[in-house]
């Protein structure tokens, strides 16, 4: 089977970390199988979704590594779901309703007092066309119900209808048709609810395998009930486990969680999140991926947890900082070019911060060590120590080698050992008091700006 996945969120709001994983999930899923990622955008919430969160959600993709091969948006499709709504009209399996939504509320309640299951009881079917048109002449307009299909001819008598489908994540998964309410596809403003435009885009763009949350999980079964009446075979389903807090609460724009943008101008490092928002809540151990095609190597559908994924920004920051200490100066020779870092140096100065940096913004702090640092105060005790340090300062060329025979001659002749041996001569040369290892810092610094800070 050729593989044809799909990532589908609504422009109406900036992508966060939870909505991280799903997008990985199925990129990584395409990228072991070889296969196609489409993105399509659920932009049929007129009101909330805007073109500026759709190119953000674009870029914040790019910035994953994520490529899709396609992208579409759900605005300009209704004539597919158009057709099939008529479709499905012509079976007899979407109907017109007309109840309020207090009215529908007042039957579940009722339903629930008198210990039944508050599945809706089809009372629209039983209308004649002299109630519909009284209704419509009141102003009501229906909304539209896809008839369920477990019953057998008399819609009012249900049966128990097992739907079935084995999950890539969960295992073999089972619902009872009969324990659900006809599901509303269109609503009284003639709009699309998500589920028709998700299965006849699924259907038309040849969607292979659904891999989404366990809040989906639900769902399913009726989605396999309508792929079925539209004479369309249905996709694979996975339904991974959802990032949740530390407290097990679930992510979400509304409640803040951290956007990709926000990481992104963070500085945090995309891997760091992609390795996180995929290996949490696996049987994986959370480790930084190099690249996603590392990462797709790492994990697969079958490694995800049936319990929840609990997601602590805290673990961000060792991730990132382990990811910037293996990056190469290639990896980050564009981002410190944009620092003003440049030139014959620039590599050898990365390879000796690196190790320092937890993101790879920090290294403008250590450029301005080793160009041009802030003095720090000399202790009484030190001065002669660096007038005698300045003495016994090598010539050039400068090496690695330097600063290893620089201070074993001052230990020599003045017995000073450990900071106070070092301390001294690092505060002098860069203006911090710890950092990088001063055997690769002195040969950038230079013997003639080593001889102006030590005076």
């Given at each position: 089977?050729?593989?044809?996945?799909?990532?589908?969120?609504?422009?109406?709001?900036?992508?966060?970390?939870?909505?991280?994983?799903?997008?990985?999930?199925?990129?990584?899923?395409?990228?072991?199988?070889?296969?196609?990622?489409?993105?399509?955008?659920?932009?049929?919430?007129?009101?909330?979704?805007?073109?500026?969160?759709?190119?953000?959600?674009?870029?914040?993709?790019?910035?994953?590594?994520?490529?899709?091969?396609?992208?579409?948006?759900?605005?300009?499709?209704?004539?597919?779901?158009?057709?099939?709504?008529?479709?499905?009209?012509?079976?007899?399996?979407?109907?017109?309703?007309?109840?309020?939504?207090?009215?529908?509320?007042?039957?579940?309640?009722?339903?629930?007092?008198?210990?039944?299951?508050?599945?809706?009881?089809?009372?629209?079917?039983?209308?004649?066309?002299?109630?519909?048109?009284?209704?419509?002449?009141?102003?009501?307009?229906?909304?539209?119900?896809?008839?369920?299909?477990?019953?057998?001819?008399?819609?009012?008598?249900?049966?128990?209808?097992?739907?079935?489908?084995?999950?890539?994540?969960?295992?073999?998964?089972?619902?009872?048709?009969?324990?659900?309410?006809?599901?509303?596809?269109?609503?009284?403003?003639?709009?699309?609810?998500?589920?028709?435009?998700?299965?006849?885009?699924?259907?038309?763009?040849?969607?292979?395998?659904?891999?989404?949350?366990?809040?989906?999980?639900?769902?399913?079964?009726?989605?396999?009930?309508?792929?079925?009446?539209?004479?369309?075979?249905?996709?694979?389903?996975?339904?991974?486990?959802?990032?949740?807090?530390?407290?097990?609460?679930?992510?979400?724009?509304?409640?803040?969680?951290?956007?990709?943008?926000?990481?992104?101008?963070?500085?945090?490092?995309?891997?760091?999140?992609?390795?996180?928002?995929?290996?949490?809540?696996?049987?994986?151990?959370?480790?930084?991926?190099?690249?996603?095609?590392?990462?797709?190597?790492?994990?697969?559908?079958?490694?995800?947890?049936?319990?929840?994924?609990?997601?602590?920004?805290?673990?961000?920051?060792?991730?990132?900082?382990?990811?910037?200490?293996?990056?190469?100066?290639?990896?980050?020779?564009?981002?410190?070019?944009?620092?003003?870092?440049?030139?014959?140096?620039?590599?050898?100065?990365?390879?000796?911060?690196?190790?320092?940096?937890?993101?790879?913004?920090?290294?403008?702090?250590?450029?301005?060590?080793?160009?041009?640092?802030?003095?720090?105060?000399?202790?009484?005790?030190?001065?002669?120590?660096?007038?005698?340090?300045?003495?016994?300062?090598?010539?050039?060329?400068?090496?690695?080698?330097?600063?290893?025979?620089?201070?074993?001659?001052?230990?020599?002749?003045?017995?000073?050992?450990?900071?106070?041996?070092?301390?001294?001569?690092?505060?002098?040369?860069?203006?911090?008091?710890?950092?990088?290892?001063?055997?690769?810092?002195?040969?950038?610094?230079?013997r003639r700006n080593s001889v102006a800070r030590l005076s």
């Amino acid at each position: 089977m050729s593989v044809t996945v799909r990532f589908a969120p609504s422009p109406t709001g900036f992508l966060h970390i939870g909505n991280a994983r799903p997008a990985l999930m199925n990129w990584l899923f395409a990228l072991r199988n070889q296969g196609r990622f489409v993105l399509r955008y659920d932009d049929t919430d007129r009101e909330r979704s805007t073109a500026e969160f759709a190119e953000a959600i674009a870029g914040d993709l790019a910035w994953l590594g994520i490529a899709p091969q396609q992208s579409v948006r759900q605005s300009d499709r209704i004539a597919l779901y158009d057709a099939a709504a008529e479709k499905l009209r012509a079976q007899g399996l979407l109907y017109a309703c007309y109840e309020t939504a207090d009215e529908l509320d007042r039957r579940r309640a009722r339903a629930r007092a008198l210990g039944r299951p508050p599945v809706y009881d089809r009372a629209a079917l039983k209308l004649t066309d002299e109630e519909r048109a009284r209704l419509e002449a009141e102003g009501r307009r229906p909304h539209w119900r896809f008839l369920l299909p477990n019953h057998d001819g008399d819609p009012f008598v249900t049966r128990r209808a097992e739907m079935a489908w084995d999950d890539l994540c969960r295992g073999a998964q089972s619902v009872d048709l009969a324990s659900l309410s006809d599901p509303v596809l269109i609503r009284e403003d003639g709009s699309y609810l998500y589920t028709l435009p998700s299965i006849v885009d699924d259907i038309e763009l040849g969607i292979s395998h659904v891999i989404r949350g366990e809040d989906h999980v639900a769902n399913t079964a009726v989605q396999l009930a309508i792929f079925a009446a539209l004479g369309a075979v249905a996709p694979v389903f996975a339904h991974h486990n959802l990032l949740t807090t530390i407290s097990g609460e679930g992510l979400s724009k509304r409640k803040g969680a951290l956007s990709l943008r926000s990481l992104r101008e963070a500085g945090v490092e995309p891997m760091a999140v992609a390795s996180l928002a995929v290996l949490t809540g696996t049987s994986h151990a959370i480790e930084p991926a190099d690249s996603l095609e590392t990462l797709a190597g790492m994990v697969d559908l079958a490694d995800v947890s049936r319990s929840s994924a609990k997601f602590d920004p805290a673990d961000l920051g060792p991730l990132n900082a382990k990811l910037v200490h293996g990056l190469a100066f290639a990896d980050v020779a564009g981002r410190l070019a944009g620092m003003g870092i440049s030139g014959e140096k620039a590599e050898a100065f990365w390879l000796a911060v690196r190790e320092n940096c937890a993101m790879v913004g920090e290294a403008a702090r250590w450029w301005t060590a080793i160009t041009d640092p802030v003095p720090l105060p000399v202790d009484a005790d030190d001065a002669d120590y660096l007038v005698l340090a300045t003495s016994l300062l090598p010539g050039e060329p400068f090496d690695e080698t330097t600063w290893g025979a620089w201070t074993g001659a001052l230990k020599q002749q003045t017995g000073r050992k450990g900071r106070a041996l070092f301390l001294p001569l690092r505060k002098a040369l860069t203006g911090e008091e710890h950092g990088p290892d001063m055997k690769s810092l002195l040969p950038l610094i230079g013997r003639r700006n080593s001889v102006a800070r030590l005076s």
